[in-house]
């Protein structure tokens, strides 16, 4: 065994055990100390470890960094860095690998791939997630703590992206699928709607300032080879389907919906060809008035 000292550390070197690089008494097969030797209440990471790095000089912050097997907990650790809390009796770990290949960030006790702090997770299973209060335990999601959690997902098996918010819940409750916002991987959105049929899909009422939509116009109708419909056969189609010539039915409209854009387009059709009516009614009426001029200037009528 050697010993070797320098500005007051002391170091061993065995043939064979644990190996010291500032302690005479290391605990583990490499330690590494540089915490002087009155510091009697900083404590070290409790546990058995294949190699430990302490450092202290008299400083605020008392960093380490500790490599073995266990955590005094269920899950052997693999890696853990932090500093020394003075008067404490513990290690504060900012850093954390255990044995089954989960990463803590800010926490002892990941419960999934990574985990930062007490409530972001990052869930590595069928399904990539990035979530807030949930993780994935048992075949469901469940909360870290009491209150809202919510997640983004991607699917793999669709390649849908999908976000999913919860209600206010207590701590370690199931926490269900409920989905608000989902991106299909051919760009269709869906808000409340799972599987969204066009590029914007809306389970519920929209306000806005202003919508813009790009559709056909009806300016056809006062071409002059337009055909418009006497009113003879309005009045007998409205007879027979009890709506106007070229509107959905009441039906229709409850199975497939209404397009705003077609909609305005055929209303406009509608009020244009109304007009026409109304002029050629005119026309007539003005024909008519002057053809009774005409007699009762010739004496033909009396024009009262």
Known sequence: MLFLSARGETNVFPLSGNVGIGTTNPNTLLEVNRISANDANYAYPAGTWAARILNRIDAPSENGLVVGNRWNAAVSTIFAAGNMLNNSGNFKTYFLINGIGQVGVGTLVPKERLQIGNMITFHDGGSKAISFNRYWSADRWRTIEAGYSSSILWDTYSG???????????????????????????????????????????????????????????????AEDYALMPLAEVKHHIEANKRLPGVPSAGEVASEGVSVGEMQSLLLRKIEELTLHVIRQQEEIDGLHRKLETRSASGEVDAK
Do not use: C
């Open 160 to 222: 849908a992206l999908r976000m999913y918010m919860n209600p206010n819940l207590g701590a370690n409750e199931e926490a269900p699928q409920v989905e608000k916002f989902a991106i299909l991987n051919n760009g269709n959105v869906g808000i409340g709607v799972s599987w969204p049929s066009h590029a914007l899909t809306v389970n519920g009422p929209i306000r806005a300032k202003e919508i813009i939509v790009d559709t056909g116009w009806a300016d056809d109708v006062f």
